[in-house]
């Protein structure tokens, strides 16, 4: 329950510790029983957030995880039994900026002898729809790194984040507010869709908890994170516990491209929704809820514990 100093327990170096995924992850291994000594990785050791976790004792280590910045990477990830690593594709857009970024870390971790990486890999919508969808630089991309991580021979975990609940909000297609006071959530696909729900910032750690404790999991596994749910089920229960009016609308791409305002992304999302069509990212298996420590939470969990207004803004 607490961060060890004790030099005896496993050091695991956690990637984008300010962030949903890496901050999760650090949550659910400080919550454990088992001791972990932790060091956590930022740009900004200053961060309100890098600075919550030193007062419980995780090391704060500032470094830049570019390809240019090697020689400090490497620093940062020694004396690593453990390594989480995520990379953030949404802060520079740059598909081969992500699988060089993420092949370094794969590189490093290899070269340090790390015991365990946990990667937060995505599969390839490209190679799922035989190339119809080739637009998705950030699903392609981690799976590159995926392939590059296991030709590499480190002994390698993959934790695929699920989609995000907080995208039916924040994304550039969330819900938009109509003249009524009504809500409209449109996607180009049927809303019987499916797609593994996460509340990432609470439950995705436990996943990556469960691949280093539990036994049956551990180097070699690849697990899906989240709960299945449809879109037309996530605005039915989102209508139900807000009381607000909220339709579901399937617009066809184009439309769907307007209305996310980006010329240049929305046909990426676009390609990213019309993929979903395959189950569940591909159908990659979601981790069974018996290997983790604790329930992770539905759809209408997250709705529950989180305030309409941090919502609805
Ligand atoms: N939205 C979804 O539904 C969804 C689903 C699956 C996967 N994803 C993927 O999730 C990834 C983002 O993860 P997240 O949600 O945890 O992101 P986040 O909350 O925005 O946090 C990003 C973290 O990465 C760190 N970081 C970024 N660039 C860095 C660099 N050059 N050096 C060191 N640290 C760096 C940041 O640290 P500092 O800023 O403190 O340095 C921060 O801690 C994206 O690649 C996205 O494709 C998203």
Redesign the pocket.
């Known amino acids: 329950m607490t961060v060890s100093q004790d030099p005896s327990a496993p050091l695991v170096v956690l990637?984008?510790?300010?962030?949903?995924?890496?901050?999760?992850v650090a949550r659910a291994l400080i919550s454990s029983d088992k001791p972990y000594r932790l060091r956590g990785?930022?740009?900004?050791a200053s961060?309100p957030?890098?600075q919550a976790f030193a007062a419980q004792g995780v090391e704060i280590v500032s470094?830049?995880?570019?390809v240019d910045n090697a020689v400090n990477v490497r620093k940062a990830f020694e004396g690593a039994d453990i390594a989480f690593v995520?990379?953030?594709?949404?802060?520079h857009m740059d598909k081969q900026r992500?699988i060089s970024?993420g092949k370094m870390l794969v590189d490093t971790a290899k070269a340090l002898g790390v015991k365990h990486l946990i990667w937060?890999g995505?599969e390839s919508l490209s190679t799922l729809s035989g190339g119809k969808y080739s637009r998705v630089g950030?699903?392609d991309a981690?799976s590159e790194v995926t392939e590059y991580a296991k030709s590499s021979g480190v002994p390698l975990s993959v934790v695929?984040?699920?989609?995000?609940a907080?995208?039916i909000f924040e994304?550039p297609y969330a819900l938009k507010k109509q003249p009524d006071g009504s809500y409209v959530f449109g996607l180009p696909i049927p809303a019987t869709t499916q797609i593994p729900i996460?509340d990432?910032a609470h439950d995705?750690g436990l996943y990556v908890r469960a691949t280093i404790e539990n036994p049956a999991l551990g180097p070699g596994s690849e697990v899906l994170s989240g709960k299945p749910i449809s879109f037309g089920d996530i605005v039915a229960k989102l209508s139900e516990v807000s009381g607000k009016k909220i339709t579901y609308l399937e617009l066809d791409r184009e439309a769907f491209i307007e209305a996310t305002g980006m010329s240049d992304y929305g046909p990426m999302l676009s390609d990213m929704f019309e993929a979903f069509g395959f189950p569940d990212y591909g159908g990659k298996e979601i981790a069974s809820e018996s290997l983790l420590a604790r329930k992770p939470r539905s759809w209408a969990d997250f709705l529950t514990a989180t305030p309409a207004h941090d919502l609805f803004q």
Do not use: H
């Not at 695929?160 to 995000?164: I, N, S, T, V």
């Open positions: 990637v984008g510790i300010t962030g949903l995924q890496g901050g999760s990785l930022t740009r900004d961060k957030a890098a470094v830049s995880l570019t995520v990379t953030n594709f949404n802060e992500e970024e937060s995505l950030f699903f981690k695929e984040a699920g989609y995000y907080t995208n994304a996460i990432v995705y």
